[in-house]
Nanobody
Framework: EVHLVESGGGLVQPGGSLRLSCAAS????????MAWFRQAPGKEPEWVSV????????SYADSVKGRFTISRDNTKNTLYLQMNRLKPEDTAVYYC????????RGQGTQVTVSS
């Protein structure tokens, strides 16, 4: 069974940084691309970033390009999202999922950017 546990969120001031983690189990993590999504209150889920199974060829939404960096450690079955220069509009619950998987989600981790 696919199991995803996101962590690392919190309250941060504009311009600050956070590093999110996603611990994955129940599937061959190193064989799947992985993605981050976010959902702000009252809004539809938004794709944030994706990385291939080998940890290369990252891709980002225009809204986060140049500020966020996706990475992974296949030895730890863990996906990361380094978020720098955070803005209030980055406030959302952040989720990870295998690329293309619309069924499985973790509980998410709340990121709040506010002064």
């Amino acid at each position: 069974e696919v199991h995803l546990v996101e962590s690392g969120g919190g309250l941060v001031q504009p311009g600050g940084s956070l590093r999110l983690s996603c611990a994955a189990s129940g599937f061959p993590f190193g064989m799947y691309g992985m993605a981050w999504f976010r959902q702000a209150p009252g809004k539809e889920p938004e794709w944030v970033s994706v990385i291939n199974h080998a940890g290369s060829k990252p891709s980002y939404a225009d809204s986060v390009k140049g500020r966020f960096t996706i990475s992974r450690d296949n030895t730890k079955n863990t996906l990361y999202l380094q978020m720098n220069r955070l803005k209030p509009e980055d406030t959302a619950v952040y989720y990870c999922a295998p690329d293309g998987d619309k069924e499985h989600r973790g509980q998410g981790t709340q990121v709040t950017v506010s002064s």
